[in-house]
């Protein structure tokens, strides 16, 4: 993972030295070749006004215009060397020379003709060029007529190559023309030695920062690999059962939220064996209270303590049914826990749904001292739901209450319509739910009192089945403390549940 990573940062940093050193180059050689036309045309410029003058004086003097093109060739070549004295005494100077404006004037005018046989002049002659023609200005120089069509001097060789042209003009008319062929290359001579220099740098450049590029690729992956390197070890150890395990949190990016999230999951994990082993520690005791009276009841029986009567059958079967509900609703939160409950959606007329389901618990309600009281409209529309399913979950509430509401007491059942939803709220009196425990009362097993709940007789799964019921119809149900005193159930239901499309 190292190694993976140190590559994969080399590689992305190297592509973009490398890209970035190619745009520089690709840059430097067109700024340099632009440059280097620039300078050709300067001079060409100053060779096209050393001819001027030069062509303006052989005018003047009879039989020093060439008359044949091969006169032309030592013309150009005087062009070029700057071995021409001008009318004023100067010398011309070469193309390759640096301007002579600063010279002092000759002591003496020169002779007339200006191109006749004199003295040396008072100044020393300058000093030989040591570079001579080092951009092979020369080669590439071509003497044409006045026309452009005919070559008088120079290399005919370069006219089919790209270059630059200057006319030669006497008096304003055009006697010839200079044609200045662009460079073989991007460089040439000394030009080609300083453009290879800069080459040599961009390359050394490029060199040292992909090195630097290792390093710090080294670096950064090792700062990046020791909070996954953690995060692997402690997700080995979670999987093999040790669910205290805990990363340290030592960032504040996403490697560092990685390790809240295993952390968290550690902590889920644990909260999740915990309630496995309690749910089988409450199972098993749940079984084992009805277990042992029936056991009970049948040692009486086989021993003749009590005789086999119609009280001792329907106290056997009061057990059977008991651990029949017990069974059934572990049943129910496992299927819940797995999946959604299956449902059988059809049409229901919820006011009489809900009639039912209070007529069969009324007697049990005043038997234990508790006033039952119902509203609402009769008017609600038709909801799509799984019967059996809202009274096995009605009962459950309805049993919750009359479980656990101290006589004499009352239990109220509201309903009202809210779009397209159903409320259903049941309200009891007194006793009351601590706050604490109403976001566990729909957890299975769970129980306020324990020693009570199992006096009232309940098991402490009714409310987890009913709120696995609520959801498999779309729906929520919550608890809340009652303006009676004692616990509001609130369930909201849709009238078509997402699951019923395309039940009719």
Not at 206 to 220: D, E, F, P, Q, S
Not at 365 to 386: E, H, I, K, R
Request: glycine share 8%; net charge neutral.
């Amino acid at each position: 993972m190292l190694h993976q990573l140190s590559l994969l940062l080399l590689a992305s940093t190297a592509l973009a030295v490398l890209a970035m050193a190619g745009v520089v180059a690709w840059n430097l050689r067109a700024g340099f070749s632009d440059y280097l036309r620039a300078q050709d045309g300067q001079m060409l410029d100053r060779l096209m006004l050393l001819a001027e003058q030069d062509l303006a004086q052989r005018r003047q003097v009879p039989g020093l215009w060439p008359e044949r093109p091969e006169q032309w060739r030592p013309v150009l070549r005087q062009w070029l060397d700057g071995s021409l004295e001008l009318s004023d005494g100067r010398r011309a100077g070469g193309v390759f020379d640096e301007p002579d404006a600063g010279r002092p004037p000759p002591r003496r005018p020169p002779l007339f003709g200006g191109w006749r046989d004199r003295p040396p002049p008072p100044h020393p002659p300058p000093p030989p060029r040591p570079n001579g023609d080092p951009n092979l200005f020369g080669p590439r120089l071509v003497l044409l007529d006045a026309s452009g069509t005919r070559a008088l001097a120079g290399h005919r060789e370069v006219l089919d190559l790209p270059g630059q042209l200057r006319a030669l003009k006497v008096e304003g008319d055009t006697v010839l023309m200079l044609r200045l062929a662009e460079r073989a290359g991007p460089a040439q001579g000394v030009d080609a030695s300083f453009l290879r220099r800069q080459y040599w740098g961009l390359g050394g450049m490029a060199v040292l920062l992909i090195a630097l590029a290792l390093l710090a690729a080294r670096l950064l992956a090792a700062r990046w690999v020791r909070p996954l390197q953690a995060a692997q070890a402690a997700t080995r150890r979670i999987a093999h059962g040790e669910l205290s395990v805990r990363i340290a949190k030592q960032r504040d990016d996403e490697l560092g939220e990685l390790s809240e999230d295993i952390n968290a999951m550690a902590a889920a994990l644990a909260r999740l064996e915990s309630s496995r082993r309690r749910w089988i520690a409450e199972l098993s005791h749940e079984l084992r209270t009805p277990l042992a009276v029936l056991r009970a009841e049948l040692e009486a029986l086989q021993d003749g303590i009590r005789p086999l009567d119609a009280a001792a059958l329907a106290s056997l079967q009061d057990e059977v049914q008991r651990l029949s509900r017990l069974t059934d609703d572990f049943h129910t939160l496992a299927m819940s826990e797995l999946q959604e409950l299956p449902c059988k959606f059809a049409p229901a007329d919820v006011p009489a749904l809900l009639s039912e389901t209070l007529a069969r618990i009324r007697s049990r309600a005043v038997g234990a001292g508790l006033t039952l009281q119902s509203d609402w409209p009769q008017a609600l529309p038709q909801a799509l739901w799984d019967g059996e399913r809202i009274a096995q979950m009605m009962a459950n509430l309805l049993e919750n209450s009359l479980r656990y509401t101290d006589a004499p007491g009352l239990v109220r059942l509201s309903t009202r319509l809210l779009g397209e939803h159903i409320e259903i709220s049941l309200d009891d009196s007194k006793p009351g739910v601590p706050a604490a425990a109403l976001a566990h009362l729909f957890e299975p097993l769970y129980r306020v009192d324990a020693s009570r709940s199992r006096q009232a007789g309940g098991s402490g799964l009714g409310l987890g089945v009913a709120q696995a019921i609520a959801r498999s119809h779309g729906g929520h149900l919550q608890a809340e403390p009652s303006s009676l005193g004692g616990l509001t159930l609130r369930l909201t239901l849709p009238l078509r549940p997402p699951a019923a499309k395309g039940v009719v």
